[in-house]
């Protein structure tokens, strides 16, 4: 363990991440704020991208084991540390029991990685907080456990809903080594979570919201030049819970009469599906994959687009969105939406006030579409609807406030009993 004064230790899925800017616009803002944290990452980034919201972070970085056989010696070095310590016997115990239920290499290696965290965390390490409650919250817990220490969590989507419930309420019970508090970013998601704890105020409701001083204002949109084409723009990750497949199916469904140019952002691992998809409806030449953007080049397309959409649906396992922040970043460059009614997406945008809502289904999508190309003065009044709304109830300083009190409360807690 090293000297050093910082208090809280921030355990996260992957540092940085081109698709979780929501985790990068709260770490900067808690800096801004005065939080010194340490960021603690399990994987390494898959390319170099940044955005700049990466570079204003200033913390200090560190990264976990990604596979446990890749650092060996680290990792026996840190269990045979973590041995001597008095919280290690109540983790194994926690760790054994969450094995019978999940028999999984995943699960052997949030332990070693665990142990990892819990020896060099230095000693001035009084909380940890983990994004996600899925993965991250499983090594911050064993961690702390280890050390000692209070715990806390910030859960999004997939972590909520593709989580088992033993494994959901163990991590809510306080006295069962569980969080002190978790923060959530939908209200659908709070619910979800407060069914399974004894306490309502274990969990905040902190919508990510955007700060609108990191965007440009607005530009002027002007009706399309006859002869131009509708330019659509989605940005989403290829993955199967963001719809991209009934997307393309309702693109097919368009009338000839109506020309189009749609523009993806976002990598995945069904794109190769999903090229071929287009190919075979004969949309190849009509959709361009720009694959992973830094949010600059982002919100450039957005200005440039005349609708956004982003068809979510519920995956086959249970994985949904949240609130996904590219809805907030369309409307804050006042580009009309089309999007499902799915999750939290209806706590920001009411169906035909903010946004157009439609059914999962790629007739829905296809006649959202053709309604927008055919009644622009409809689609720029409710993208003015929407921008207003975000600019009157989902800004992110309410919710910054709430969470750097709940961060500062926990790192002055007193030491968990290793004992129970």
Not at 126 to 155: C, D, E, K, M, N
Not at 312 to 322: K, L, N, Y
Not at 396 to 413: F, K, Q, T, V
Request: net charge neutral; hydrophobic share 45%; glycine share 4%.
């Amino acid at each position: 363990m090293t000297a050093d004064t910082t208090p809280l230790a921030i355990v996260v899925k992957c540092w940085p991440r081109l698709s979780e800017t929501f985790v990068a616009q709260e770490l900067a803002a808690l800096e801004a704020k005065g939080q010194q944290f340490q960021i603690w990452s399990l994987r390494h980034p898959a390319n170099e991208k940044r955005h700049p919201l990466h570079e204003q972070v200033v913390a200090q970085v560190r990264y976990l084991p990604e596979y446990l056989h890749q650092e060996c010696g680290r990792v026996l070095r840190c269990w045979r540390a973590c041995r001597r310590l008095p919280g290690f016997a109540a983790a194994w115990r926690i760790f054994l029991a969450d094995v019978r239920r999940d028999r999984t290499r995943n699960r052997a290696r949030r332990f070693g990685q665990a142990c990892v965290l819990a020896a060099e965390l230095p000693d001035s390490i009084q909380a940890i907080y983990a994004h996600f409650l899925h993965t991250p919250s499983s090594v911050a817990r064993y961690a702390a456990i280890i050390r000692g220490l209070p715990w806390s969590y910030s859960a999004h989507a997939k972590d909520i809903w593709t989580s088992p419930d033993w494994e959901l309420k163990e991590k809510l019970d306080t006295h069962h080594f569980g969080a002190s508090f978790g923060v959530t970013c939908t209200a659908i998601g709070a619910r979800h979570l407060r069914s399974m704890c004894c306490h309502d105020d274990q969990i905040d409701l902190v919508y990510h919201g955007l700060d609108l001083s990191r965007f440009p204002a607005p530009p002027e949109r002007t009706e399309l030049d006859p002869g131009s084409p509708l330019r659509l723009l989605s940005v989403g990750r290829l993955v199967e819970k963001k719809g991209y497949d009934r997307l393309i199916s309702a693109l097919a469904l368009l009338p000839e009469s109506l020309h189009w140019q749609m523009t993806h952002i976002g990598g995945g691992d069904l794109k190769a599906s999903l090229q071929e998809q287009a190919k075979a409806a004969n949309l190849a030449d009509r959709i361009n994959w720009l694959g992973e953007r830094e949010q600059p080049e982002v919100i450039q397309a957005m200005r440039n687009a005349d609708v956004f959409i982003l068809p979510s649906r519920i995956a086959s396992d249970g994985d949904r969105d949240g609130l996904p922040n590219v809805l907030m970043e369309a409307a804050s460059q006042k580009l009309p939406i089309i999007a499902t009614a799915v999750s939290a997406i209806p706590e920001f945008l009411q169906h035909n006030e903010h946004a157009f809502l439609a059914a999962d289904s790629a007739e829905a999508l296809a006649a959202a579409v053709v309604v927008y190309a055919e009644i622009p003065g409809r689609r720029a009044a409710m993208a003015e609807a929407a921008y207003q709304r975000l600019v009157s109830d989902f800004g992110m300083d309410a919710g910054i406030e709430i969470l750097n009190r709940r961060l500062r409360a926990l790192c002055s807690d007193t030491r968990i009993n290793t004992h129970t």
